[in-house]
Structures are given as structure tokens and as C-alpha cells.
């Protein structure tokens, strides 16, 4: 069992910053990737950036890509989120997630994860 408590989110202005915070806890792997995701009102999950819990590999949905950072403290068992530049269309609920033995080449499909988050708010008002 995996335990994921995400923090962090809040209501800020649009060109405004936030940092996500995912703290793990339980059966944790160094081989595990961590995924972020969001959910907007009436819209499916999506990929938001995921990073290899040893390697510092990253990976970016292209909406965010070059204003969110996704970075991990190993020592913390804690996974950040920075966001910057925020507009409205990143208003959403943000989730992380982690899936035992998830391959690289597959840590965008939201439906492979199997250990989720309560989720955090974040709004971002125009």
C-alpha cells in the first residue's frame, strides 16, 4: 500500500505561482514514478507532468510545459509541483499518483495509476 497526500493548492491570480506538495508514504520504491494530474469541471483527468523517483527524469503535458517543474526530495519521500504563470485554464482539482513498476514510456495514461491522492484545489482567477 501506498499513501499520497497532496498540498499546496490555493486561489491565486492569474500570473500568480504555486507549489503542490506530495507527500508519500508505505511500500514507496525508489523505482516508482510519481504523476501529477488535474481535473477540471466537467472534463477528464489529464496528464499534467510526471517525474522517475531515482532518475530526475521529467515529463510535461505541452499546456504546462516551460512554467511547471516537477522535482522530487527523495529524503522527504515528497514530490513538489512549481507552478508559474498560472491563468484560469489551470483551474482544477491537482492529484498525484504512483503505480508500482509504471514503465517511462507510459506515465501519461491516468488509467494505469492505481495509488491516487485526495486531490488539492487550485483556482486562478483572471
Known amino acids: 500500500q501506498v499513501q499520497l497526500v497532496e498540498s499546496g493548492g490555493g486561489l491565486v491570480q492569474a500570473g500568480g505561482s504555486l507549489r503542490l506538495s506530495c507527500a508519500a508514504s508505505g511500500r514507496t520504491s525508489s523505482s516508482y514514478p510519481i504523476g501529477w494530474f488535474r481535473q477540471a469541471p466537467g472534463k477528464e483527468r489529464e496528464f499534467v507532468a510526471a517525474i522517475n523517483w531515482s532518475g530526475g527524469s521529467t515529463s510535461y503535458a505541452d499546456s504546462v510545459k516551460g512554467r511547471f517543474t516537477i522535482s522530487r526530495d527523495n529524503a522527504k519521500n515528497t514530490v513538489y509541483l512549481q507552478m508559474n504563470s498560472l491563468t484560469p485554464e489551470d483551474t482544477a482539482v491537482y492529484y498525484c499518483?504512483?503505480?508500482?513498476?509504471?514503465?517511462?514510456?507510459?506515465?501519461?495514461?491516468?488509467?494505469?495509476?492505481?495509488?491516487w491522492g485526495q486531490g488539492t484545489q487550485v483556482s486562478v482567477s483572471s
Open positions: 499518483a504512483v503505480q508500482p513498476n509504471l514503465g517511462s514510456s507510459r506515465v501519461r495514461e491516468a488509467g494505469l495509476y492505481g495509488y
